[in-house]
Structure formats: C-alpha cells, structure tokens
C-alpha cells in the first residue's frame, strides 16, 4: 500500500535474535487513518517484528520511516515519544495493581490526566472494574486494560499483537467495534489470528510466510485468494 502520505513506511527490514535472523526484507506501509491487518501462522515473524517496529529489536538491516523521520536507530522511548503506541501479545497489565493504578501509570508522563476519562469511555467496563486487581480481571478486560494504557500516551500508529487472544467470543465483538472506531482516527497495525475480524476491521492486509511478506492486498481482495488458506495453515 503506497499513496505518499503513510503514517508508517517500512523497507526490506531484516531483523532477529542475535545470530538466529527471523525477518527478511519485509516492506510495508500503514495510512495515517486506518487499520492493517498482519496475518500469518505461529511462527511467521510477526511478533518479531512489531518488536522491531517498536524499537525492542535492533533491526540488522532495512529502514523504518515514521512520520516521515527514519526511527529505526532510535530507542522505545523516542519512538513512543513520536507517537507510537504498543500493546503486547503477552501479558500488558500489572497483574497486582488495581485497574485506577495501572491506568494512573500509564498517564503519569501526561501533565494533562483527562485521558483516562477518556480512556473509561472507550472501554466502559473497565469504569466498573476500576478498583479490581487487574490480575482478577477476565482475558477480555485485560485487553482492554492494555488497549486503554497503550492509548494514554496519544499515539498516532498503534501496533496490536493478537488483541483477542485468549478472549472469550462474547466479548471478541465487544473488542472489534472498539479497534473499528479507533481505526477512523488513528493509524494501526493489527496481528490477529482472528482472520474474518482482521480483514473486517482493516482496509489492507499483509500476509507473512517465514519472515516475508508473502501476499498483501486490499482486505477485499486477500479474503478471496485462494493462496491465503496455505500461507495460514499450520
Ligand atoms: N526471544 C527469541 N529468541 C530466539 N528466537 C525467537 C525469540 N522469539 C521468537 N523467536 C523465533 O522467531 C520466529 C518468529 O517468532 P514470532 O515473531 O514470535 O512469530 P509469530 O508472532 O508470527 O508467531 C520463531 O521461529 C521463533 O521461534
Ligand atoms: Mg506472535
């Protein structure tokens, strides 16, 4: 996807664990406004690489252009500075503290303390849970708790690794309708083996195979490809 004005521009980014590389030559880009879908079976890279994205992994080659700067040198902080959030596969929240202290950690760099307002009208539930231990909470709330606290610090490209993993079906919906409305006013990458969910709540989708991209297209046109089945199946 290239129409001059991404929020995101990635080039053959190679990256991996020491030795052991796991990306090759990924390209990719995402719209200031709008999700894209990163499908791809356990194993793909696509942990690896919004690691990369977010600055955990040094890449060992390649370019990551955000907001028209190259960000591939520089630390989590200074990307998260410029405006991009990230919500782990693993576990986001601090399990021991309330759901009020989770979300006062994530604020406490903002001098203006009304994005948690913000935040407990985004996910409504999590305004009743606000003293729970944010261990206690269900696997969707979590998410949200997750979601909420990457959305504190206002980024502008959010990149979400498997936001309904381990949440329960009833509650997947509840999560999709939020990243659907987020997604008309921000930018975000979405991991997602959720595929129908995925190519619903994205305009545009990656597939990768073995540290590649190997198809990528408009939602549209990946659900009907024939090859989609094979680069998903385990
Ligand atoms: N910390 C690590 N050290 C070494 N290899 C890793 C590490 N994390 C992941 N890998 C390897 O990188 C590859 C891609 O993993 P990952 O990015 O998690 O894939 P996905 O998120 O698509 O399931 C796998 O072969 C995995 O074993
Ligand atoms: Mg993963």
Do not use: C
């Not at 990307?79 to 006062?104: H, I, K």
């Amino acid at each position: 996807m290239s129409d001059g004005d991404e929020i995101l521009n990635v080039q053959d980014l190679s990256s991996g664990y020491g030795r052991s590389q796991v990306l090759f030559g990924v390209s990719l880009s995402s719209p200031r406004t709008g999700a894209v879908a990163m499908l791809g079976r356990n194993g793909a890279g696509k942990t690896t690489l919004l690691k990369t994205l977010i600055g955990e992994i040094k890449p060992m080659d390649g370019l990551i252009g955000f907001d028209h700067i190259e960000t591939q040198n520089e630390n989590t902080e200074k990307r998260v500075r410029r405006g991009m959030g990230y919500v782990p596969q693993e576990q986001a929240v601090f399990t021991t503290l309330t759901v009020r202290e989770n979300l006062a950690l994530g604020a406490i760099s903002q001098k203006d303390k009304s994005g948690i307002d913000m935040v407990l009208d985004f996910f409504p539930k999590l305004g009743e849970r606000l003293e729970q231990q944010a261990g206690t909470l269900s696997g969707g709330e979590r998410k949200m708790l997750a979601i909420g606290r990457a959305l504190l610090s206002k980024p502008k490209l959010l990149l979400l690794d498997e936001p309904t993993e381990g949440v329960w079906i009833g509650v997947i919906e509840e999560i999709a309708e939020r990243l659907e409305l987020l997604a008309k006013e921000i930018s975000m990458i979405i991991v997602e083996q959720h595929v129908e969910l995925a190519l619903r709540v994205a305009d545009y989708a990656y597939v990768m195979d073995r540290g590649e991209i190997a198809l990528e297209g408009t939602s549209e046109n990946i659900k009907d490809d024939p090859q989609l089945l094979r680069y998903l199946a385990p």
